[in-house]
T-cell receptor
Framework: DAKTTQPNSMESNEEEPVHLPCNHS???????IHWYRQLPSQGPEYVIH???SNVNNRMASLAIAEDRKSSTLILHRATLRDAAVYYC?????????????FGPGTRLSVLP | DTAVSQTPKYLVTQMGNDKSIKCEQN?????MYWYKQDSKKFLKIMFS???????INETVPNRFSPKSPDKAHLNLHINSLELGDSAVYFC????????????FGAGSRLTVL
């Protein structure tokens, strides 16, 4: 069972910022927070991950709450190509014998 | 260079047939996975191998048999195909510790008629 909860869907206008929330109230101290996205008819792709501090990369930013029980993926300027299903998952530091559990994710629609 | 490559991309076959999907990764990862994504779009883990050893085997019918000849390859063989096996199958790989980011293949769409 997924250890994270996300809204089923969100909508954004093109070129506006998007904040995708994720709740993970049962997170443990060694769990990394990962975000992936799946564009239509493609395999999931890695977006960003973090442990405690906020993270930035060329695709997005990840804001992690101080208590780590929630996080937010930030797309600074949404484009039509960002329309996808976004998955937030937890991954233990030592994951031998464990698997990535994907929930239903958030389907992001981007309006022109 | 494709990091995780799967073949074939599309597979259409009749019920009762046996088919295989192959997966190769060139990332040097030590763990490989098979995921199934059905028509409802949920991604479910099927198997995971670490250095050729099976470490995760979810409740998957015995008709599904993974094989890992070396740590860069993980193949999936399916016997006696059923209509319910129609889905997209994704291969993925990762390291075993640290951030262990998952890298997915492009998927193999299996249609059973």
């Amino acid at each position: 069972d997924a250890k994270t909860t996300q809204p089923n869907s969100m909508e954004s206008n093109e070129e506006e910022p998007v904040h995708l929330p994720c709740n993970h109230s049962t997170i443990s101290g060694t769990d990394y927070i990962h975000w992936y996205r799946q564009l239509p008819s493609q395999g999931p792709e890695y977006v960003i991950h973090g442990l405690t501090s906020n993270v930035n990369n060329r695709m997005a930013s990840l804001a992690i709450a101080e208590d780590r029980k929630s996080s937010t993926l930030i797309l600074h300027r949404a484009t039509l190509r960002d329309a996808a299903v976004y998955y937030c998952i937890l991954r233990p530091w030592d994951n031998y014998g464990q698997n990535f559990v994907f929930g239903p994710g958030t389907r992001l629609s981007v309006l022109p | 260079d494709t990091a995780v490559s799967q073949t074939p991309k599309y597979l259409v076959t009749q019920m009762g047939n046996d088919k295989s999907i192959k997966c190769e990764q060139n990332l040097g990862h030590d763990t490989m996975y098979w995921y199934k994504q059905d028509s409802k779009k949920f991604l479910k883990i099927m198997f995971s191998y670490n250095n050729k050893e099976l470490i995760i085997n979810e409740t998957v019918p015995n008709r599904f048999s993974p094989k890992s000849p070396d740590k860069a390859h993980l193949n999936l063989h399916i016997n006696s195909l059923e209509l319910g096996d129609s889905a997209v199958y994704f291969c993925a790989s990762s390291t075993t510790s640290g951030a262990n980011v998952l890298t997915f293949g492009a998927g193999s769409r299996l249609t059973v008629l």
